[in-house]
């Protein structure tokens, strides 16, 4: 079957750095997604790799290894604003999303 | 980027009543759109994929005569939610696929649907 595994809840210091970590069993695989999540909104985009390998952009930056069927989102300098939900969604063989139930990422001051 | 508008976006009705959802792609045309419900706490679940002039597609377990799925034009899908019950309250959100090939999602603002 499909399956997407990330933890359910986070906490970090403001200012530091987080890692999210995901693991996905996908019938064909075509990219893996993250997604923010504030309460009450709808998903707003991250990141997406297809590719082995780390994608950084500003703050944020997203892993892949397909051999390992494992990703992570690592975000840097947290800010409160950043509390949220984060969302690993994998992309399979017929192009439909497979989510995570989310990561709840509380930060404290 | 791509902007999806969902319409309304939060809205309360009576058991037994039928509630329109909308989902526009305001400036690009999106022949699929999909549509997804979250409980508090749980991820998104695909319920359908809506197809521009064609019948959608159901996810296993959704009853396609309970949540009527309409994708008349290019830019417009609906869903409604017929014979409302307290326990299909949930938060409803609507995406479509980037005009350009690219594979990311946009999604619209949600609808929160509380019956009562």
């Known amino acids: 079957g499909q399956n997407i595994d990330q933890p359910t809840e986070m906490t970090a210091t403001e200012g530091a750095i987080v890692q999210i970590n995901c693991t996905y069993q996908?019938?064909?695989?075509?990219?893996l997604f993250w997604y923010q999540q504030h309460a009450g909104e709808a998903p707003t985009f991250l990141s997406y790799?297809?590719l082995d390998g780390l994608e950084e952009k500003g703050r944020f930056s997203s892993f892949l290894s397909r051999s390992k069927g494992y990703s992570y989102l690592l975000l840097k300098e947290l800010q409160m604003k950043d509390s949220a939900s984060y969302l690993c969604?994998?992309?399979?063989?017929?192009?439909?999303?497979?989510w995570g139930a989310g990561t709840k990422l509380i930060i404290k001051p | 980027g791509a902007v999806v508008s969902q319409h309304p976006s939060w809205v309360i009705c009576k058991s037994g009543t039928s509630v329109k959802i909308e989902c526009r792609s305001l400036?690009?045309?999106?022949?699929?759109m999909f549509w997804y419900r979250q409980f508090p706490k749980q991820s998104l679940m695909l319920m359908a994929t809506s197809n521009e002039g064609s019948k959608a597609t159901y996810e296993q377990g959704v009853e396609k005569d309970k949540f009527l799925i309409n994708h008349a034009s290019l830019t417009l899908s609906t869903l409604t939610v017929t014979s409302a019950h307290p326990e299909d309250s949930s938060f409803y959100i609507c995406s479509a696929k980037s005009p350009r090939g690219g594979t990311e999602a946009f999604f619209g603002q949600g609808t929160r649907l509380t019956v009562v």
């Open positions: 969604a994998a992309s399979d063989s017929n192009y439909q999303l497979i």
């Open positions: 400036d690009f045309q999106a022949t699929t």
């Open positions: 790799n297809v």
């Open positions: 996908t019938s064909g695989f075509n990219g």
